[in-house]
């Protein structure tokens, strides 16, 4: 079982910042991907960016040059740091851990952490 706990959510005003954090209970280097998704109210959660065990990290079209994904394999944790933060992005933020399942690739998500940006 694999445990995600996220952190760093909370409130920004509009052009600030916010980093947040996720923290895996097992090495993150099992992990074929690792990412970061939104949600607001009645929508459909999205993409905001991934990085694979390999290749290159991925980010929604939204966020580029805004928001940058990494990680930190010694604290098997990955961040996303969030800079030039708009109202509309007030969202739910999750967490995504894909494994290998031996059949296919299996989900994990951590609980999810509220960003609101005020205008």
């Known amino acids: 079982q694999v445990q995600l706990v996220e952190s760093g959510g909370g409130l920004a005003q509009a052009g600030g910042s916010l980093r947040l954090s996720c923290t895996a209970s097992?090495?993150?280097?099992?992990?074929?991907?690792m990412g970061w998704y939104r949600q607001a109210p009645g929508k459909q959660r999205e993409l905001v960016a991934v990085?694979?065990?390999?290749?290159?990290?991925n980010y929604a079209d939204s966020v580029k040059g805004r928001f940058t994904i990494s990680r930190d394999t010694a604290k098997n944790t990955e961040y996303l740091q969030m800079n030039s933060l708009k109202p509309e992005e007030t969202d739910v933020y999750y967490c995504?851990?894909?494994?290998?399942?031996?059949?296919?690739?299996?989900?994990?998500w951590g609980q999810g952490t509220q960003v609101t940006v005020s205008s």
């Open positions: 995504n851990a894909g494994m290998w399942g031996g059949i296919r690739v299996e989900d994990y």
């Open positions: 097992r090495n993150i280097l099992s992990f074929v991907r």
């Open positions: 990085i694979p065990v390999s290749g290159s990290t």
